[in-house]
């Protein structure tokens, strides 16, 4: 029976029947010696009490073992989202005591979630809120400054001081739809709008993105995987993982590097791979560039603002995947995507 798997209560009553057992031998005994002969009543009575001690005990056990299960039970439904899921603990004794804790701790969890979801939605709401406030001074900052460009045509210095502050502008500017998309994602207000894609093709739109910039900075972009992969991800925000990525690379590699964009298909995931033969990242700083703002003291870079990396890993985390990352110093650096590709039921 199920209750006898628990190897306590078999314990328990194997030493319950060894005690009837010898009381039963016992009172044969007494009655042998004062009588000179066995007493089938005794016998009865002992096989009664036996009987008796084993119902009583054995319904005790049955009563809390199935206190046991519907607490269970209600832990589960809690684990599986039902937050009011609570055990009914209104009487008195130590397994209800735990009853009690176990419906404070659900309390307790409940409390912070909600308090963790209002200070996400409040920072949500308080980033949203700076970003649409710096869209109007930046376009108007931008609009100035391409002004400022058109009238310094002959004073090269103007020129120069104008181009460097387009510059900066345009990484505010990125900065701020950064930050605006990390606490979309950390609020858990974007919904993946996820469907089979073709690979090739979002690698192809990738390149095309990527083109000017490859033939400006003189470096190559080679692409190679399999035209049939697919993946099941939402496209816009997977292309913005892997751009980033790339991105990445462009900003660390020098005239003449390579970056390579590959991808394969396994399985049970689809592996998508961007390497690059630049500078390499500096083995102190290997397990901190997925922070976010964090700038390498070994680093040179000055056109990164640090959320380019973190972004990408919490779309790919969206996703159910893994992002790695290997490095040689000088020699180049691979990052690594892992997606897992949904089982059928």
Same mark, same amino acid.
């Given at each position: 029976?199920?209750l006898f ?5 078999? %314990?328990?009553?194997?030493c319950i ?14 009655c ?17 009490l036996t009987?008796?001690v ?5 319904c005790?056990?049955q009563k ?19 937050t009011?899921?609570?055990?009914v ?7 209800? %005591?735990?009853?009690?804790s176990?419906n ?18 409040f ?5 949203s809120?700076?970003?649409h406030?710096l869209?109007?001074p ?14 310094a ?6 020129q120069?001081?104008?181009? $460097?502050?387009e510059q ?10 950064? $930050?605006?998309?990390l !606490?979309?994602?950390d609020?858990g ?21 990527? +083109? ?21 991800c ?14 990445n690379?462009?900003d ?5 590097? !390579? ?8 399985? +049970? ?9 630049g ?8 397990h901190h ?6 700038r +390498?003291?070994? +680093?040179k870079d000055t056109?990164?603002?640090g ?13 159910d ?6 490095s ?5 650096? !691979?990052?690594?995507?892992n ?7």
């Amino acid at each position: 029976m199920k209750l006898f798997r628990n190897i306590e209560i078999k %314990r328990f009553f194997l030493c319950i029947l060894s005690v009837c057992l010898l009381f039963g031998v016992a009172v044969q005994a007494v009655c042998w010696f004062q009588t000179g002969s066995f007493s089938p009543a005794m016998l009865l009575l002992t096989l009664l009490l036996t009987v008796a001690v084993f119902t009583v005990c054995y319904c005790y056990f049955q009563k809390q073992n199935q206190l046991m299960e519907e607490a269970v039970e209600k832990i589960q439904d809690f684990l599986d989202g039902d937050t009011d899921a609570r055990i009914v603990c209104d009487e008195e004794g130590e397994l209800y %005591r735990l009853f009690h804790s176990v419906n404070t701790l659900a309390s307790v969890l409940n409390a912070h979630a909600s308090n963790e979801l209002r200070e996400k939605e409040f920072l949500k709401n308080t980033i949203s809120d700076i970003s649409h406030q710096l869209k109007t001074p930046l376009a108007t900052l931008n609009i100035y400054n391409g002004l400022l460009m058109d009238e310094a045509t002959e004073h090269s210095e103007i020129q120069e001081f104008a181009s $460097l502050s387009e510059q900066e502008l345009d990484r505010i500017e990125s900065l701020v739809q950064n $930050l605006l998309k990390l !606490t979309r994602l950390d609020a858990g207000s974007v919904r993946m709008e996820k469907s089979q894609e073709n690979v090739a093709e979002m690698m192809k739109d990738l390149e095309l993105h990527f +083109s000017y910039r490859a033939k400006q900075e003189q470096k190559q972009l080679l692409l190679s995987g399999p035209e049939e992969t697919a993946l099941f991800c939402d496209r816009d925000w997977m292309l913005e993982a892997v751009s980033n990525i790339v991105k990445n690379a462009f900003d660390h590699t020098s005239s003449g590097d !390579t970056i390579q964009v590959n991808w394969r298909q396994f399985p +049970s995931l689809v592996q998508i791979v961007v390497k690059d033969t630049g500078c390499g990242i500096h083995p102190e700083d290997l397990h901190h560039i997925f922070k976010r703002f964090y700038r +390498s003291c070994f +680093s040179k870079d000055t056109k990164g603002v640090g959320l380019g990396l973190p972004l990408a890993k919490s779309v790919i985390e969206a996703h159910d995947g893994t992002i790695e990352v290997d490095s040689v110093l000088r020699q180049g650096t !691979t990052f690594t995507i892992n997606l897992l590709i949904p089982t059928k039921l």
